[in-house]
């Protein structure tokens, strides 16, 4: 199944037509093309030109993504064949699917994109594509201890999220599962890969090493 080989941890997305997963450092564009080349109803690879906004848009052809903006930290769609890949290196990535209505989606959450709930825009999206039951897994990121910023950066944060912290620090992925859960997703339904990217040099981590790398997470809805 794709993403169970080194690079990539799957996620259970509990259907058998949606496959998804986070990738480490190991998880390179090249691998995960081989990957998906794999999968019967691949048709495209969907990048974003990340730029840690709320956006999302909405895929309803292949054919159509060539023609639309690509600024944006999310996207979504309920059409086959269609990977739609994040990358990371200390942000969240995070995937959402609903398995019975076949609607996915995939989203870039920083510390700007948290803030500005990228995670509740999303859902909007898909539920304005028909999905109902919506689950969501959170991959692996900069962890609450490991993320320190000034005392401006993080009043803005607090004073906007309404969720406390512990000055200097923010937990995005604390915010992230609250902003999911005031959402209307169901607790059970939000999956945690709790990997601190900081920490665990399986990743890269643009707060440790300045690194311009990053790593891929995908999810895909096909037919094999």
Excluded at 163 to 185: C, E, H, M, T
Aim: contains cysteine; glycine residues 8%.
């Amino acid at each position: 199944m794709i993403g169970e080989e080194i690079g990539f941890q799957p996620v259970n997305t509990g259907s058998k037509y949606i496959i998804a997963s986070f990738g480490d450092r190991l998880g390179t564009k090249e691998k995960l093309v081989q990957n998906l080349s794999r999968w019967g109803q691949f048709n495209i690879l969907a990048e974003l030109r990340q730029v840690h906004s709320c956006n999302v848009i909405t895929i309803n052809t292949p054919e159509e993504f060539g023609f639309l903006s690509k600024e944006a930290d999310a996207y979504v769609t309920a059409q086959s064949g269609i990977a739609l890949a994040i990358r990371t290196a200390d942000c969240y990535p995070l995937l959402f699917w609903d398995p019975l209505e076949k609607v996915i989606g995939a989203a870039h959450s920083g510390r700007e994109g948290t803030r500005l709930n990228i995670g509740e825009a999303t859902i909007q999206a898909m539920q304005a594509l028909g999905a109902k039951d919506i689950q969501a897994a959170i991959g692996p990121g900069i962890s609450g201890e490991k993320y320190q910023v000034d005392e401006h950066i993080w009043q803005k944060f607090v004073d906007s999220t309404g969720i406390a912290q512990n000055f200097p620090f923010l937990d995005l992925r604390k915010v992230i599962n609250a902003q999911l859960i005031n959402s209307g997703i169901k607790k059970e339904h939000i999956f945690h890969q709790e990997i601190c990217t900081f920490s665990d040099h399986n990743y890269y981590s643009y707060r440790r090493d300045q690194t311009s790398e990053r790593q891929y997470s995908f999810i895909i809805f096909g037919v094999h």
